[in-house]
């Protein structure tokens, strides 16, 4: 188990795909070489990328999907077992211990969703090594820049985002992590590795119509918030008001994301 349920990967995907920067897929999709392809996609949870992509890849298609959690693999499993537009294969690894063990030198690319901001420095500057070293593309999608707010905005929010934000820099099983500083690290080592990088915001857009998607995020920011020693009362009271508030379809909720490629010249 990885602390990140099917259950929450299903919520979030819809919100996902919709927050996906297309100009920055674009880049990386053209970077690919023309005719059948091989995708290495890295914590791949259910499979998200599979599904932003496989569509826009008018082409034979090869994935290797990999992840620490079993139970992820398997929702994977069953989800493609009828992917019609190539193959899909599996392939459970520890990210924090194993990365040089995957086969980076026999794909056209790697790509990665809603993670490279739990990883350390270290890790993202041996991402890059090998993914610079194959002279390989790279997309890194949703990776959580920072910024979150709630429309109606209340006094508290503050509090609770910058709780968050500290919480995202705790150790998610791979040391200190980069949390809000992923993704402009992973922009400077890949410039200064020589790549040409395309990025842009892919802001998640909770509104109404994702009730069940908000009730989930805003309780893991009061249980962030609870972890960095936020006040309980507030923020109890805190997580009634949005309660109600998203009962009456009434909350707004906008998350802070960017998407990168980066493109060898
Ligand atoms: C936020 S989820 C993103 C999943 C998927 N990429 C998506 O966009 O829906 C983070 C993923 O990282 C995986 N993960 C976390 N630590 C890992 C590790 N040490 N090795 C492999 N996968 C890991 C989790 O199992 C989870 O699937």
């Given at each position: 188990?990885?602390?990140?349920?099917?259950?929450?990967?299903?919520?979030?995907?819809?919100?996902?795909?919709?927050?996906?920067?297309?100009?920055?897929?674009?880049?990386?999709?053209?970077?690919?070489?023309?005719?059948?392809?091989?995708?290495?996609?890295?914590?791949?949870?259910?499979?998200?990328?599979?599904?932003a992509l496989s569509g826009r890849l008018k082409t034979h298609q090869d994935w290797i999907l990999t992840d620490n959690d079993p139970a992820l693999l398997e929702v994977s499993r069953?989800?493609?077992?009828?992917?019609g537009q190539g193959t899909v294969a599996y392939r459970q690894v520890d990210l924090s211990g194993d990365l040089a063990t995957l086969p980076f030198a026999s794909v056209d690319g790697v790509t990665t969703s809603a993670f490279l901001d739990l990883v350390t420095r270290p890790f993202l500057e041996q991402l890059v090594s090998l993914v610079t070293a194959a002279r390989l593309p790279f997309l890194a999608s949703l990776t959580y820049d920072g910024r979150a707010s709630c429309m109606s905005v209340d006094p508290f929010d503050e509090d609770i985002r910058q709780a968050m934000n500290a919480h995202q820099k705790t150790d998610k099983g791979f040391?200190?992590?980069?949390?809000?500083?992923?993704?402009?690290?992973?922009?400077?080592?890949?410039?200064?590795?020589?790549?040409?990088?395309?990025?842009?915001?892919?802001?998640?857009?909770?509104?109404?119509?994702?009730?069940?998607?908000?009730?989930?995020?805003?309780?893991?920011?009061?249980?962030?918030?609870?972890?960095?020693?936020?006040?309980?009362?507030?923020?109890?009271?805190?997580?009634?008001?949005?309660?109600?508030?998203?009962?009456?379809?009434?909350?707004?909720?906008?998350?802070?994301?960017?998407?990168?490629?980066?493109?060898?010249?």
């Amino acid at each position: 188990m990885s602390g990140f349920s099917a259950d929450w990967l299903r919520l979030r995907e819809p919100v996902d795909l919709a927050a996906r920067n297309e100009q920055v897929e674009d880049a990386f999709l053209s970077a690919l070489p023309k005719g059948p392809v091989r995708l290495m996609d890295l914590a791949s949870g259910a499979g998200s990328t599979v599904a932003a992509l496989s569509g826009r890849l008018k082409t034979h298609q090869d994935w290797i999907l990999t992840d620490n959690d079993p139970a992820l693999l398997e929702v994977s499993r069953r989800r493609f077992s009828q992917f019609g537009q190539g193959t899909v294969a599996y392939r459970q690894v520890d990210l924090s211990g194993d990365l040089a063990t995957l086969p980076f030198a026999s794909v056209d690319g790697v790509t990665t969703s809603a993670f490279l901001d739990l990883v350390t420095r270290p890790f993202l500057e041996q991402l890059v090594s090998l993914v610079t070293a194959a002279r390989l593309p790279f997309l890194a999608s949703l990776t959580y820049d920072g910024r979150a707010s709630c429309m109606s905005v209340d006094p508290f929010d503050e509090d609770i985002r910058q709780a968050m934000n500290a919480h995202q820099k705790t150790d998610k099983g791979f040391g200190a992590a980069l949390g809000p500083d992923a993704a402009v690290a992973a922009e400077a080592l890949f410039e200064a590795a020589g790549y040409r990088v395309v990025s842009g915001h892919s802001d998640w857009h909770a509104d109404r119509d994702a009730q069940a998607f908000q009730r989930k995020l805003i309780s893991g920011w009061v249980s962030a918030g609870s972890d960095m020693g936020l006040d309980p009362e507030r923020l109890s009271h805190w997580l009634e008001m949005r309660t109600e508030q998203i009962a009456k379809g009434a909350l707004a909720i906008e998350v802070g994301h960017r998407d990168m490629a980066a493109i060898p010249l």
